[in-house]
């Protein structure tokens, strides 16, 4: 057995967290131990996929009395992936589910999906079995994202949908929210501070003035530290600013 992520991009979704780690990056840790889990539940190979794409729902599961937190998949990924927890082929096929295949099917998503539901802060109960639920909203404050999981060849992929995740921006397409991340931070181009909260209200466009010729080098703080240091270049008829070295090191 073995377990391989092939794909993460929760870059547009999910803001840095307070750790310095992005929830994508918890995301995709959580997508690899869930991948664990399912390859000792099932004996097999399992290759684990995360992306911030969700997948076509026709049905969702969640937990009695938890509101936050639900997982959907399509007709054809239910049955297989209930085929595969009673040990069969992941034959994909859409037909009704026994109410003794449901029970197997929350069961078993209850437990492997724990640690995203963890990593979501909306954790999951993994002794009690999912049910069928009603869709979560789209938008608003409930983010989205799929998982998938190749098991013996055979990519079944499940949907995420929890609500208030921290970093999540309204509609799930929005950027970092600054005020969310609690460091003191100023950067400097040549010698003309921008504050934190100045610096987020810059939009593609804006304009900083700053007296310096066009191969003079200018360099960009974080705090103390020195974060980045490049020059103003013409491209395309137009002046752009090219980041010419990335590193950081404090300064006196």
């Known amino acids: 057995m073995g377990v391989q992520v092939e794909i993460v991009d929760f870059s ?36 684990a996929d995360a992306t911030s794409v969700p997948g076509a729902c026709t049905r969702w599961l969640g937990q009695p009395g938890n509101h936050e937190f639900f997982v959907g998949l399509s007709d054809e990924d239910a049955v297989a992936f209930t085929e595969v927890f009673f040990g069969a082929p992941p034959l994909r096929e859409a037909r009704t589910l026994s109410p003794v295949e449901r029970r197997v099917l929350g069961t078993h998503l209850a437990v492997f999906l724990a640690p995203i539901a963890g990593a979501v802060e909306r954790p999951i109960t993994p002794d009690s079995a999912l049910v069928d639920a009603p869709e979560p909203p789209e938008g608003g404050d409930w983010v989205r994202f799929g998982v998938s999981y190749t098991i013996d060849d055979v990519a079944l992929s499940c949907t995420i949908a929890a609500r208030g995740v921290r970093g999540a921006g309204p509609g799930t397409q929005a950027g970092p929210y600054v005020e969310d991340i609690p460091v003191q931070a100023e950067v400097a181009l040549r010698g003309i501070p921008i504050a934190w909260g100045d610096l987020a209200t810059l939009r593609v466009g804006d304009v900083v003035s700053c007296a310096i010729a066009e191969d003079e080098p200018i360099k960009a703080w974080v705090g103390a530290r020195v974060a980045f240091a490049g020059r103003v270049v013409a491209h395309d008829d137009e002046l752009v600013y090219e980041i010419q070295t990335t590193y950081l090191e404090r300064t006196a």
């Open 12 to 47: 547009q979704v999910l803001q840095q967290s307070t750790s310095g780690r992005s929830l994508g990056d918890e995301i995709l840790a959580s997508v690899v131990r869930s991948a664990i889990i399912a390859s000792s539940m099932v004996s097999r190979d399992v290759r």
